[in-house]
């Protein structure tokens, strides 16, 4: 093949096809916005054991919270670790300082559940299910805790 050829066939590509035809990058990507959700699901868990290790009387309220995120947490990660193999397992979150009440767990999820909402519209169709899923509970359980 000729050069002209080559360049002719380039020029009739679309400039994406073009681009890695060439060796480019498309560019930096984002990170997957599920990790932050998976993240905010660990800080949520650990906020709930925190208020029920200061309050007993919240047991009954947020042990059920403590295990849905966590349950959260590991559905995240693992879809996030299917589509990024490579991604290193994350830290569990940090204990919160201070003395967190029913109040403090009530806006932090209802903030998570706000969050995954809004990821929700922009995710292909096969992770919609789980990130709506995670929403849906935890606005529910924000509505509980009101």
Do not use: F, K, W
Request: include cysteine; hydrophobic fraction near 50%; glycine fraction near 8%.
């Amino acid at each position: 093949m000729s050069r002209r050829r080559v360049l002719a066939g380039l020029l009739l590509l679309p400039p994406a096809v073009a681009g890695c035809a060439l060796g480019r990058a498309a560019g930096p990507t984002e990170p997957d916005p599920l990790i932050a959700l998976a993240d905010a699901a660990r800080a949520d868990a650990a906020l709930a054991a925190a208020a029920v290790a200061t309050d007993q009387g919240l047991a009954s309220a947020l042990q059920p919270l403590v295990e849905a995120r966590t349950q959260h947490a590991a559905a995240l990660d693992a879809e996030v670790a299917r589509l990024n193999p490579s991604r290193p397992t994350p830290a569990p979150s940090p204990r919160p300082s201070g003395r967190p009440g029913r109040a403090e767990v009530q806006q932090a999820v209802l903030a998570s559940g706000r969050a995954a909402g809004d990821v929700a519209l922009g995710l292909p169709p096969e992770r919609v299910g789980l990130v709506a899923s995670v929403a849906a509970c935890c606005s529910t359980y924000a509505e509980v805790l009101t």
